[in-house]
């Protein structure tokens, strides 16, 4: 059983400090931010790395066994407060490494002719100019879930040239709810350093695919910028439906403005009535009672 120690407030102590570069500070001076919480984790022994490797015939990347040496996985997560209600926002996550499991490629129930993810291979999805070969579910490539990323889809650890399974062959890919591919990183320590900058804010993985973040994401990307902001996340076609929300103001107390009625124009001195009244009509110098003709 692993041991988690109560979860942290804030970065009260130096080496979660350097585990989150200094975001926590950058939170919590953040309007309306609040319980930015750290779930402090004991590093990983030495012989449950070994473990896990022989067990998966994988070698481990030097920059990921090392991290799983500093802290057993990670979480963090923070708040946001809008009138009197709290609401979860952000949500950093990589599992510890007894949790660093296999995608499945057997099916759920053992069912004749049951699907697999071995039956959802699409050999259409092939490398292009910009990516490289995408990864695939059957034994080409071997893939172990990093992130659950809260439902949105998993960032994958994956071994591009199956087992057994080298260092210098991995790669960082999301894998979206409909299961398809987007290359994220060639490392784990760019990939952690993608997942700090962009303060865990819901579905930022999203911002990788060619279809983008939902509209909703984006009110909390522009409320909350990340560090290493992504400009194509809002282009000119997408700003005619954003809000584009000032955080001082939407955290700000709400004061009702008393407008003062206008009053309405002063009514004529002496009873007199406006141009089409009798007191406009010309009267000759003669005082007949006829108008002048011009």
Known sequence: MEETPPPLLGSSKPHLEKLTLGVTRILESSPGVTEVTIIEKLPAERHMISSWEQKNNCVLPEDLKNFYLMTNGFHMTWNV?????????????????????????????????????????????????????????????????????????????????????????????????????????????AYYRLLITHLGLPQWQYAFTSYGVSPQA????????????NTNLLTEETDSFVNKLDPSKVFKSKNKTIIPKKKGPAQPAGGQKGPSGPASTSKSSSGSGNPVRK
């Not at 984006?218 to 902001?229: A, E």
């Open 218 to 229: 984006k009110q909390w990307f522009n409320m909350y910028k990340p560090i290493t902001y």
């Open 81 to 189: 407060k809008l009138d009197e209600h709290t609401i979860p926002l952000g949500s950093m996550a990589i599992n510890s490494i007894s949790k660093l499991t296999q995608l499945n490629q057997s099916s759920m129930y053992s069912l004749p002719n049951a699907p697999t993810l071995a039956d959802l291979e699409d050999d259409i999805q092939e490398a292009s100019e910009n990516q490289p070969e995408k990864p695939h579910f059957d034994s080409r490539s071997v893939i172990f879930e990093l992130d659950p990323c809260n439902g949105n889809g998993k960032v994958c650890l994956v071994y591009k040239r199956g087992k057994p399974g080298l260092a210098q062959d991995t790669e960082i890919w999301f894998l979206d709810r409909a299961l398809y591919w987007h290359f994220l990183t060639d490392t784990f320590t």
